[in-house]
């Protein structure tokens, strides 16, 4: 009897390294701030872009280089203050917290103890610091005083990188055309691309073929809402069976 194979999804193994951040003009002035981080004004930095956008990789880069903690904004009003100053630390969506007084004035105490000590600070949001409504006046000065980097959307190069890893990340290996056919029809943005491969991902389980352009084109379909084929794939449909 001949019983069918199940594929077992495998577990997200997310690459958080330095070696594993792509760079290119839309990042590059970013990770170059970071890397440069013994250099900040006011040893403060603000990181900022859309979700998906690599701040949280870059932040774990950095915490990699100094030794920083890193911290989520909304916890920090449970947080014991005195002992997260007493170390460089990176705390991530500081804009999320606006309109919260009790964890925007642990952000501010958090702030001024962690510079008054000598250490560095990171700060990441999704817009540009000056448009984070926090209420705290004294808290939304200091934020804008800090300098600021914005991850933009992606270019092309660093699209296809970014495939790349989120594919490698679920250890997915796709047909070689598949990259091309995604980069010339997908939504340009961060969250598309994690949004596609993990619709990939999860359709390729119960397909021997793995993840080809056939099914890239279907699933890009179903998520664009597009009711034929891209046109300069119909004639291809079938190409890139594995």
């Known amino acids: 009897m001949l019983i069918e194979q199940l594929q077992i999804p495998l577990p997200v193994l997310t690459a958080l390294g330095r070696e594993d951040f792509f760079v290119s003009e839309s990042n590059a002035l970013a990770v170059a701030l970071v890397e440069s981080w013994e250099n900040w004004a006011g040893h403060k930095m603000v990181l900022n872009g859309k979700a998906g956008s690599g701040k949280t990789h870059l932040a774990h880069v950095w915490a990699k280089m100094s030794g920083a903690r890193i911290v989520a904004a909304q916890g920090l009003e449970y947080a014991d203050i005195p002992s997260l100053a007493d170390q460089n630390i990176c705390v991530e969506n500081v804009d999320q917290i606006a309109g919260n007084l009790r964890a925007e ?6 702030h001024n103890l962690v510079l008054a000590q000598g250490h560095s600070l990171m700060l990441t949001g999704c817009a540009a610091p000056k448009l984070w409504p926090l209420q705290l006046p004294d808290l939304h000065s200091r934020i804008q005083g ?7 959307g992606p270019d092309d190069m660093l699209l296809s990188a970014l ?3 989120l594919f490698s990340d679920r250890q997915i290996v796709p047909a070689s055309d598949v990259i091309p056919y995604l980069l010339r029809q997908m939504p340009r943005s961060y969250e598309a691309a994690r949004t596609l491969v993990d619709r990939l991902d999860r359709a390729s389980l119960t ?3 793995g993840v080809n352009r056939p099914l890239a084109i279907q699933i890009l379909s179903e998520m664009t809402g597009a009711d034929e084929t891209p046109n300069d794939t119909v004639e291809n449909a079938t190409d890139g069976q594995d």
């Not at 004035?105 to 958090?110: G, I, K, R």
């Not at 800090?146 to 933009?152: E, R």
């Open 105 to 110: 004035e642990a952000m501010f105490h958090l």
């Open 146 to 152: 800090a300098q600021s980097a914005t991850l933009s």
């Open 163 to 165: 495939l790349v890893k």
């Open 207 to 209: 397909r021997p073929s």
